[in-house]
């Protein structure tokens, strides 16, 4: 059974970095697209970024461009969000999500892995 474990968020100024992390388990995320998505509190599911399987290529939401940057290294399983510049606005709980297919899929049960999340709380 494959498992996303999610780290790195925390709290931190406006203007801030922080940089999560998230460690696959259980299956080969070399075969997957891999995706950060954001909750919120009160609002629904936000679509962050996504990579693919080899790492060359990413995409990213209009808001995020230019500020958050997503990695992979796919011999430690893991995959990475680089976020700077941070705003009160980008708290939220973020997940880490791999599907085998590309999209940008509004709901947790439409990716074939889900995180569990990763706090990041934002001040001004």
């Known amino acids: 059974q494959g498992q996303l474990v999610e780290s790195g968020g925390g709290s931190v100024q406006a203007g801030g970095s922080l940089r999560l992390s998230c460690a696959a388990s259980?299956?080969?995320?070399?075969?997957?697209?891999m995706y950060w998505v954001r909750q919120a509190p009160g609002k629904g599911l936000e679509w962050i970024s996504g990579?693919?399987?080899?790492?060359?290529?990413?995409f990213y939401a209009d808001s995020m461009k230019g500020r958050f940057t997503i990695s992979r290294d796919n011999a430690k399983n893991t995959v990475y969000l680089q976020m700077n510049s941070l705003k009160p606005e980008d708290t939220a709980l973020y997940y880490c999500?791999?599907?085998?297919?590309?999209?940008?899929?509004?709901?947790?049960?439409?990716?074939?892995?889900w995180g569990q999340g990763t706090q990041v709380t934002v001040s001004s």
């Open positions: 259980g299956f080969p995320i070399s075969s997957y697209w």
């Open positions: 990579i693919n399987s080899g790492g060359d290529t990413a």
């Open positions: 999500a791999a599907d085998p297919l590309y999209g940008r899929w509004p709901s947790a049960d439409l990716y074939r892995y």
